[in-house]
């Protein structure tokens, strides 16, 4: 069926009393809405689905949450993991816990138990908990860090992990079998909790947790500065009671939370685009930072999987450190701790994305550490570790460029929790030894070359949209000219049907003759063609004209494709 056709089904479906009967109506006669609400059904992506809430087979509703977990209830039951249960958390986000309910109650019709989180939670605490309760499958109501109009449905199997490979393919082939508009099996949410069939998590489990990030603690109290004035911003998401209660439990005495961003608002109205990513969404934190002379600023994203920093200047003011910089200073610190300790694996393993920078592998080969590298997403990165520990390895971190890492492998997707804990203590330790964060990089620079870095997104929505990323990736693989910049391309490499020990995606990633490189990909969640640009030289100011020059001779060349691929 085509958008109209589809429009006209569920006019026909809805139920004239649903909000969702109401939008369809507003939209009646825009030609333009319909087909960017109905042009497609919205699908697996990252682990799950993401997309704008609303009324239609390309939104976020009930009926696409409904069918989805009825698909995963029907794949448990086939796979004979019925008994063991599905966890469910959720964000501050419209409709999270809504849809985190109806989840609970179609698996519970389905004779599945579901371990339901009270209130919100981080995403990390959900990987925890999955392997701690034994269970076979975890789903969060989340969009991570998404606009406000958006909600997600993560997909978690018994490792702890994002769901990928057979278990993927196998659900969504459930999922697309079932009729949008059935009846599904399902159970009141109180007579499901009566049967035993809804378990209501609690404060053991989120102690659990807790006790695991504490354990992840590299230094002991003696060697730190617990006076370090830290400011942390939940950005009103799901991190501000445990990141508060660890680091009082750490006894970190110069923590500070941006109050206007501590308590849930699923309109996140001081920050807009909850992104720590984005620079902007640290507006608040530096206001206080300043106030209260802070060396060290913390943001996490909604669900607390993403978690993003700056640190003081020396000027009076802060620096943004992307993902590649943070990572780098967590291997770095982390590394060098273990060592100094007698702890540090003797064939210990480091797993990035293939479009994160160098400059963590770098400093992992310094202390000997093998590095392993990923597709894009922690499921495929966390996807990894059976296979890193099957060949002898012990796993020691994971991370990707985009403020994303997994500090200890009992979490198996970024943790944003633990990561918060552990900037903050090495900000503690370089403070005792009498220096600040920007010293320690700088040190790095020093020791390991001076690494750059851009990342630009081309953001390219519905349908058109589309069909300009296809043309611009098919662009840069048939017509990539000789040369960016006058600096020769060495090598490119298509992932489109695997590459090595990856599997198959559509990246691509070219090496310039000078050891810059820069790669492009389609987001998996959001509407972006992503490009990702990385330079090394003797000098922090070098690294970065190169790289500004390399990402405007790359932009220019797709920006012109983007003009073809519009006409």
Same mark, same amino acid.
């Given at each position: 069926?085509?958008?109209?056709?589809?429009?006209?089904?569920?006019?026909?479906?809805?139920?004239?009393?649903?909000?969702?009967?109401?939008?369809?109506?507003?939209?009646?006669?825009?030609?333009?809405?319909?087909?960017?609400?109905?042009?497609?059904?919205?699908?697996?992506?990252?682990?799950?689905?993401?997309?704008?809430?609303?009324?239609?087979?390309?939104?976020?509703?009930?009926?696409?949450?409904?069918?989805?977990?009825?698909?995963?209830?029907?794949?448990?039951?086939?796979?004979?993991?019925?008994?063991?249960?599905?966890?469910?958390?959720?964000?501050?986000?419209?409709?999270?816990?809504?849809?985190?309910?109806?989840?609970?109650?179609?698996?519970?019709?389905?004779?599945?138990?579901?371990?339901?989180?009270?209130?919100?939670?981080?995403?990390?605490?959900?990987?925890?908990?999955?392997?701690?309760?034994?269970?076979?499958?975890?789903?969060?109501?989340?969009?991570?860090?998404?606009?406000?109009?958006?909600?997600?449905?993560?997909?978690?199997?018994?490792?702890?992990?994002?769901?990928?490979?057979?278990?993927?393919?196998?659900?969504?082939?459930?999922?697309?079998?079932?009729?949008?508009?059935?009846?599904?099996?399902?159970?009141?949410?109180?007579?499901?909790?009566?049967?035993?069939?809804?378990?209501?998590?609690?404060?053991?489990?989120?102690?659990?947790?807790?006790?695991?990030?504490?354990?992840?603690?590299?230094?002991?109290?003696?060697?730190?500065?617990?006076?370090?004035?830290?400011?942390?911003?939940?950005?009103?998401?799901?991190?501000?009671?445990?990141?508060?209660?660890?680091?009082?439990?750490?006894?970190?005495?110069?923590?500070?939370?941006?109050?206007?961003?501590?308590?849930?608002?699923?309109?996140?109205?001081?920050?807009?685009?909850?992104?720590?990513?984005?620079?902007?969404?640290?507006?608040?934190?530096?206001?206080?930072?300043?106030?209260?002379?802070?060396?060290?600023?913390?943001?996490?994203?909604?669900?607390?999987?993403?978690?993003?920093?700056?640190?003081?200047?020396?000027?009076?003011?802060?620096?943004?450190?992307?993902?590649?910089?943070?990572? %780098? #200073? @967590?291997? !770095?610190? &982390? *590394?060098?701790?273990? +060592?100094?300790? $007698?702890?540090?694996?003797?064939? =210990?393993?480091?797993?990035?994305?293939?479009?994160?920078?160098?400059?963590?592998?770098?400093?992992?080969?310094?202390?000997?550490?093998?590095?392993?590298?990923?597709?894009?997403?922690?499921?495929?990165?966390?996807?990894?570790?059976?296979?890193?520990?099957?060949?002898?390895?012990?796993?020691?971190?994971?991370?990707?460029?985009?403020?994303?890492?997994?500090?200890?492998?009992?979490?198996?997707?970024?943790?944003?929790?633990?990561? %918060? #804990? @552990?900037? !903050?203590? &090495? *900000?503690?330790?370089? +403070?005792?030894? $009498?220096?600040?964060?920007?010293? =320690?990089?700088?040190?790095?620079?020093?020791?390991?070359?001076?690494?750059?870095?851009?990342?630009?997104?081309?953001?390219?929505?519905?349908?058109?949209?589309?069909?300009?990323?296809?043309?611009?990736?098919?662009?840069?693989?048939?017509?990539?000219?000789?040369?960016?910049?006058?600096?020769?391309?060495?090598?490119?490499?298509?992932?489109?049907?695997?590459?090595?020990?990856?599997?198959?995606?559509?990246?691509?990633?070219?090496?310039?003759?000078?050891?810059?490189?820069? *790669?492009?990909?389609?987001?998996?969640?959001?509407?972006?063609?992503?490009?990702?640009?990385?330079?090394?030289?003797?000098?922090?100011?070098?690294?970065?004209?190169?790289?500004?020059?390399?990402?405007?001779?790359?932009?220019?060349?797709?920006?012109?494709?983007?003009?073809?691929?519009?006409?």
């Amino acid at each position: 069926m085509d958008a109209q056709e589809n429009y006209q089904l569920w006019l026909e479906k809805i139920p004239k009393t649903s909000p969702l009967y109401g939008e369809l109506l507003e939209i009646r006669g825009d030609q333009a809405a319909v087909e960017d609400r109905f042009y497609k059904e919205i699908s697996f992506g990252t682990a799950g689905l993401r997309g704008i809430c609303g009324a239609g087979t390309n939104r976020m509703n009930s009926l696409t949450v409904g069918r989805a977990t009825q698909g995963i209830a029907n794949y448990i039951r086939q796979a004979g993991g019925s008994a063991r249960g599905v966890v469910i958390a959720y964000d501050c986000r419209y409709h999270s816990r809504e849809f985190s309910e109806l989840a609970a109650e179609i698996l519970a019709g389905s004779g599945i138990r579901a371990y339901l989180f009270p209130e919100l939670r981080p995403t990390p605490e959900l990987s925890f908990t999955i392997r701690r309760l034994g269970a076979v499958a975890g789903i969060n109501m989340t969009a991570s860090h998404n606009p406000k109009e958006y909600n997600g449905y993560k997909v978690y199997w018994s490792d702890g992990a994002q769901i990928s490979g057979t278990v993927s393919d196998g659900i969504q082939r459930e999922i697309l079998s079932l009729d949008l508009f059935a009846d599904f099996r399902r159970m009141p949410l109180a007579d499901a909790v009566r049967e035993n069939l809804v378990v209501m998590l609690g404060e053991a489990d989120d102690r659990a947790y807790l006790d695991y990030v504490l354990s992840m603690a590299e230094r002991p109290a003696r060697e730190l500065d617990l006076t370090v004035p830290v400011v942390y911003t939940p950005l009103n998401g799901a991190g501000s009671k445990p990141v508060r209660q660890i680091f009082r439990e750490r006894g970190f005495s110069g923590f500070h939370m941006v109050s206007e961003q501590a308590d849930p608002d699923p309109e996140f109205t001081t920050v807009g685009y909850p992104n720590p990513e984005d620079p902007k969404a640290f507006a608040l934190a530096e206001k206080l930072g300043k106030e209260t002379g802070a060396e060290l600023l913390i943001a996490t994203d909604p669900d607390s999987d993403r978690m993003a920093v700056e640190i003081a200047d020396g000027a009076g003011g802060f620096r943004f450190l992307n993902g590649n910089q943070a990572g %780098a #200073m @967590l291997i !770095a610190y &982390m *590394a060098e701790s273990l +060592r100094a300790g $007698g702890r540090l694996p003797a064939r =210990a393993a480091m797993i990035k994305s293939i479009v994160t920078g160098d400059f963590g592998a770098a400093i992992c080969e310094s202390y000997g550490i093998r590095v392993f590298e990923a597709l894009t997403g922690f499921k495929n990165i966390c996807g990894r570790i059976p296979e890193i520990e099957k060949a002898g390895y012990r796993y020691f971190f994971a991370y990707e460029e985009s403020i994303g890492c997994a500090p200890g492998e009992q979490v198996r997707d970024k943790d944003g929790i633990c990561a %918060a #804990m @552990l900037m !903050a203590e &090495m *900000a503690a330790y370089f +403070r005792k030894k $009498g220096m600040h964060l920007r010293d =320690a990089l700088e040190e790095l620079y020093r020791k390991y070359g001076y690494f750059a870095e851009r990342q630009i997104s081309l953001v390219l929505t519905g349908e058109a949209g589309e069909r300009k990323i296809r043309a611009i990736m098919a662009r840069l693989r048939e017509e990539c000219p000789a040369e960016f910049a006058g600096i020769p391309v060495a090598e490119k490499t298509d992932y489109l049907h695997g590459h090595a020990d990856i599997p198959a995606s559509n990246v691509l990633k070219f090496r310039l003759a000078d050891g810059s490189w820069f *790669a492009a990909r389609p987001s998996g969640t959001e509407p972006k063609l992503k490009f990702y640009f990385y330079t090394k030289a003797g000098s922090e100011r070098e690294a970065a004209e190169r790289a500004d020059r390399i990402a405007g001779a790359v932009m220019a060349f797709a920006e012109a494709g983007n003009s073809r691929g519009a006409r």
